[in-house]
């Protein structure tokens, strides 16, 4: 295993993940007293592990077709537009 890999995909999994929409549905459905807190945690890690999966699938399929180049400056892009959307939206 790539441990630095691991470690970067960790890293920005896990800080890209904080204060998210998906974050804060599931604090929203584990702060129900009715419900059991290990069921959201299941059903919660399940959806991330799915969602996980189908990324790195179309991942492999797309860089099959597009060059790494491509692909870097598209999200590059990607970010920088949704960031100024974002903020001509404040």
Do not use: N, P
Request: glycine share 8%; charged share 15%.
């Amino acid at each position: 295993m790539d441990w630095k890999l691991f470690a970067t995909v960790f890293g920005s999994v896990f800080l890209a993940e904080l204060g998210d929409k998906t974050q804060l549905a599931t604090f929203l459905f584990a702060s129900d007293a009715k419900a059991s807190k290990w069921t959201v945690f299941f059903a919660a890690a399940l959806a991330l592990v799915l969602t996980s999966a189908l990324g790195v699938a179309l991942g492999a399929v797309v860089s099959r077709h597009v060059s790494e180049k491509v692909l870097t400056w598209a999200a590059g892009v990607g970010f920088v537009v949704i960031g100024l959307w974002t903020l001509a939206r404040a």
